[in-house]
């Protein structure tokens, strides 16, 4: 497959798990059709200090191909990826991350494990927010830090991120997202909440002329910038009440 090509898997049904065996092979290619994926890990990191003390555990929920890691290099934390999609954790753990095939809205670990629960880029894609938000606060430990990306329920989103990107080179593959599972922020905000961890919510979008040099082919990867609207793509970061 081209790594520049648009790539259609609307043969599928939207939000199909399956999308991501037939992307398999762009994962890691910065120039395929998750390459986005790459500049909003970046920016995830951000968020992310380094571990305050030997051993912590940093989850990755909806982890797919492990791209976190490498931004989390030198922050101390051992990377554990839960993922539903076969083919990614295969590919994670090729990457050196600890890879569990697991669902978000059951996870595998025990209560208060985490020193950080990162849920990158799959509240969008959970058909239950609620199990999903109560799963990631159960396994972070009092004190400990979720950081979260998301598409906002909104018309302007629906817009942006399905019908317009869906239709432009290096745009998001079609299929990939159903809309009608993007996120409610305040729902999320009052979640998290209700667990113990205030969110705050701050927007993010790729910066225009990078991203323009990208799609020339003349960088790699476009840095992501901080926006005041939350309406399209949002991060939150929240510590958990101690
Ligand atoms: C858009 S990708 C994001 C991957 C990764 N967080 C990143 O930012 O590179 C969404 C990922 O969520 C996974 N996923 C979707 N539903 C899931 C569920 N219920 N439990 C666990 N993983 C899920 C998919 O397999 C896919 O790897």
Redesign the pocket.
Known sequence: MSSRATTQVAHRKRND?AQ?DDLAGQWWEPHGA?AM?HW??AARARLIPAASRSGAVLA??????G??GPHLAGKGYHHVG????PT?IEIAAARGVTAVR????RLPLADGVADVVSA???LE??VDLRLAVSEACRVLRPGGILVVDTIAATGLARLLAVTVAERIPGGAPAG?HDPALFVDRRALVQECARHGVELELNGLRPAFAALIAWRLGRRESVPMVRTWSTAVLFQGVGRKRG
């Open positions: 798990l991501y998750l994926l909003i890990a990755d929920i909806g982890a797919g191909a791209l976190l839960l993922d539903l999609s990614a697991a669902d978000a809205l990158g880029e799959i894609h959970v990939i």
